[in-house]
């Protein structure tokens, strides 16, 4: 089946500065991916739209300039959490579906945790 | 906006009963529904998609059925196992392909 890896698994990082977390899809394209978070015991929130080539489509109440998506190729994308503040601590997970199939099945990477000190 | 809510938030069985999680969505026009399982501190695991065409999709003891008119899709665990044990999100989605989850249901299956 379709892959999608995320590195690093896990990140600690110091308040103020900014971290990349990376989302790749390992067998198959993707034109389309999208960037969640996860708060404890909290189900996965829709954080914006990462579309190849473009600009990136943040859902309402999240902030472009704070959380910085890059989507360069069509196996690649990028969020970075700029100035992270501890409330920034959070599991974030991307998700990608196959531009060749017609079934827009989504499939999920494992997840970042990231731990804003 | 959309909105998926999961019922109920939490479940306990003993080994071996046949369960039902349910999940509500209030806007029809979907494209998907999945299913997925989520162990604690880790990603998902996709059990089952049922494209909005489709009444239900089986795999093993899992059988998730949708009614998009609605808006409604169940779960069914058949002779559950303590290996079942973890949390159970439903997720729709709709125009762009976004998917909007519910809160899950955190299933505990004892021995």
């Known amino acids: 089946g379709a892959v999608v890896s995320q590195h690093p698994s896990r990140v600690i990082c110091k308040s103020g500065t900014s971290v990349k977390i990376e989302c790749r899809s390992l067998?198959?394209?993707?034109?389309?991916m999208f960037w969640y978070r996860q708060f404890p015991k909290k189900s996965l929130m829709l954080m914006a739209t990462s579309n190849e080539g473009s600009k990136a489509t943040y859902e309402q109440g999240v902030e472009k300039d704070k959380f910085l998506i890059n989507h360069a190729s069509l196996t690649l994308s990028t969020l970075t959490v700029t100035s992270a503040h501890p409330e920034d601590s959070s599991f974030y997970i991307c998700s990608a579906s196959d531009t060749s199939s017609s079934s827009y099945e989504q499939y999920f990477g494992p997840g970042t945790r990231l731990t804003v000190t | 906006k959309q909105e998926v809510t999961q019922i109920p938030a939490a479940l306990s069985v003993p080994e071996g009963e046949n369960l039902v999680l349910n999940c509500s969505f209030t806007?029809?026009?979907?494209?998907?529904l999945q299913w997925f399982r989520q162990d604690p501190g880790k990603g998902l695991t996709s059990l089952l998609l049922?494209?909005?065409?489709?009444r239900e999709q089986t795999s093993g003891r899992l059988n998730a059925s949708l009614d998009k008119s609605s808006g409604r899709s169940t779960l069914y665990i058949a002779a559950s196992q303590p290996g079942d044990s973890a949390t159970y999100l439903c997720?729709?989605?709709?125009?762009?392909?976004?998917?909007?989850f519910g809160s899950g249901t955190k299933l505990n299956v004892k021995p």
């Open positions: 049922i494209q909005s065409s489709q």
């Open positions: 997720a729709v989605s709709g125009n762009f392909n976004k998917f909007y």
């Open positions: 806007d029809s026009a979907i494209y998907n």
């Open positions: 067998d198959f394209q993707a034109t389309t």
